[in-house]
């Protein structure tokens, strides 16, 4: 039977990782001590791994695919073929950014004066390369930790390059942000030997399409509810549609029905104008995948 082995990010982003590949119709099971999860597909054979590593394994070829982050895959430098990128929803979240920060209080403005600095971070590589792009060179260190607080000790660092979403903690530690590097994603990506083989790219396409889904309905429900067709026109005013609403006939001929994909965070409030609208019958139940 042939085999596609997959990797898959462990920490603190296993939990979120196996609930992710539930909705997709995988069902992993692993023990806190077993790198090698067991997955309820006989064809595929599982690896967890840190983030930071699985881009650099998938090269090498141990792995055919995996899932990471755009930003250890450029930490890297992995050769690569990437397969499909999870993108976040505008509405629900926002992509996490590697920036470059300073102290409040510091002279350093913009990226042009880091020349001849120090900055520390945990992504070295990328780092000197997008200070090399603006022509920067500088001393760039591989921070073990703590990194927000090294730049507040007089002597240690001028400057750190760290991954930030909101920018609160930054703020908390009285850090003010002077470049933004990039936005990261995380990304399904797979070894080139591996995508060149039929079986292998169409079981990897096929996981992607299945993720992807699962990814897209985290923060949309469905709802149907009645509604009779002198009202239609005004109940479809209010609904926020993923596309167009589905409406179809009921045995009243007088009624419809009527079934929509809209964001979760709508819900609440969207229900109660349905209903004074003159909805009935309304019904909200989860999703757990979207195909686009």
Not at 24 to 32: D, E, F, M, N, Q
Not at 218 to 224: A, S
Not at 262 to 280: F, N
């Amino acid at each position: 039977m042939p085999i596609l082995k997959i990797g898959l990010p462990s920490g603190s982003l296993q939990e979120s990782t196996l609930n992710l590949f539930a909705k997709a119709g995988y069902r992993i099971r692993t023990s806190h001590r077993s790198y090698t999860p067991v997955i309820d597909d006989p064809e595929l054979e599982g690896l967890f791994l840190r983030a930071q590593e699985i881009a650099h394994y998938v090269e090498r070829g141990v792995l055919d695919i995996g899932l990471t982050g755009i930003d250890w895959i450029r930490e890297n430098e992995a050769d690569i073929i990437e397969i499909a990128e999870f993108a976040y929803s505008k509405t629900s979240s926002q992509p996490a950014r590697w920036i470059i920060a300073v102290p409040e209080d510091s002279d350093i403005q913009t990226v042009q004066d880091l020349q001849g600095k120090r900055i520390a971070t945990e992504l070295v590589t990328a780092t000197r390369n997008h200070l090399k792009n603006h022509g920067i060179t500088a001393e760039v260190e591989y921070s073990w930790g703590s990194t927000e607080a090294k730049v507040r000790v007089p002597g240690l660092v001028d400057a750190i390059a760290e991954l930030t979403e909101t920018g609160s903690s930054l703020r908390a530690n009285n850090l003010r942000i002077i470049d933004t590097m990039f936005e990261t994603t995380p990304r399904l990506i797979a070894n080139k030997t591996a995508w060149n083989n039929a079986w292998k790219r169409e079981k990897a396409q096929h996981i992607a399409t299945l993720l992807i889904g699962a990814f897209n309905a985290e923060d949309k429900v469905g709802l149907k509810m009645n509604v009779r067709r002198a009202d239609l026109a005004q109940i479809v005013k209010n609904l926020p549609a993923l596309n167009n609403p589905t409406i179809a006939n009921l045995f009243d001929e007088n009624w419809v029905a009527i079934e929509v994909i809209v964001d979760e965070r709508v819900v609440r409030d969207l229900i109660p104008k349905l209903k004074k609208a003159g909805a009935e019958g309304i019904i909200e139940y989860p999703l757990n995948k979207v195909i686009y």
